[in-house]
């Protein structure tokens, strides 16, 4: 999150009330919108683990007991060969010592893109706790039977969804797509052994990992991972 998280001022380019008797402007709205909530847990940077991994490991888990809502929602950014940066939301699936890792069709827009160009970041958001994890690195592709029994381990409507195909592709109507979806998912139930054969397991093995923890001052810590050969190396950085 960047410098000016957890505020609400900013410049002003436009007048601060609107004439009597009008609704309030976009910009009032989201201006009145309150941050973080008090009670926020700290960051001491003194007390973390020697690799981000651990610690990304401990802040994932205190967000699933916490409730917040899709802990493992992230988003994914990708450029292709042309520079142009696509951004998404995927699932995390897994960290391990391979990194941080998603899924998809390598037929699908953020495949071609990682095929053109590896690098790629991921960002986390945790608002109940006042959390931010970016996590920075290059992608690389599972094995196929690690691909495989990804996308065997999803339900029956996720497997069906990606079967269907033509992500990002022009649709002609929605009844199409449903017509389409129902077909796929009586096929997957007809054949639980199906697969998606471009389905497609991906580790992003991070080169930098940062914690951003808010708190209840509106002060903010941020702690940076960067792999340093085989070790990490740990520093504060100003918000």
């Not at 009145?32 to 683990?49: K, N, S």
């Not at 085989?230 to 100003?238: A, P, Y």
Request: proline residues 9%; charged residues 20%; negative net charge.
């Amino acid at each position: 999150m960047s410098a000016g998280a957890g505020r609400t001022d900013g410049p002003v380019s436009r007048p601060e009330t609107e004439p009597a008797g009008e609704s309030p402007s976009l910009r009032e709205r989201l201006r009145a919108l309150p941050t973080f909530a008090p009670g926020l847990p700290t960051l001491d940077p003194d007390a973390t683990p020697s690799d981000p991994m651990t610690l990304f490991r401990a802040w994932i888990a205190e967000a699933i007991d916490a409730g917040v809502p899709l802990p493992h929602a992230m988003t994914l950014a990708t450029a292709g060969s042309s520079g142009e940066v696509h951004a998404r939301t995927v699932i995390l699936k897994d960290v391990d010592s391979s990194g941080w890792w998603f899924a998809t069709g390598s037929s699908s827009p953020k495949a071609r893109d990682l095929a053109e160009n590896p690098h790629a970041a991921l960002t986390f958001l945790w608002p109940a706790l006042g959390r931010q994890v970016r996590v920075i690195g290059l992608v690389t592709p599972a094995a196929p039977a690690t691909s495989t029994a990804d996308f065997l381990a999803r339900s029956e409507g996720s497997r069906a969804a990606a079967l269907v195909g033509h992500q990002s592709e022009p649709l002609t109507s929605r009844q199409e797509y449903r017509e389409a979806f129902a077909c796929t998912l009586a096929a997957v139930r007809e054949d639980p052994t199906m697969i998606e054969p471009t389905w497609t397991a991906y580790a992003l093995a991070p080169t930098s990992v940062e914690f951003w923890q808010a708190s209840d001052d509106r002060g903010q810590t941020r702690l940076r991972y960067r792999a340093v050969g085989h070790d990490w190396e740990k520093g504060l950085l100003w918000p």
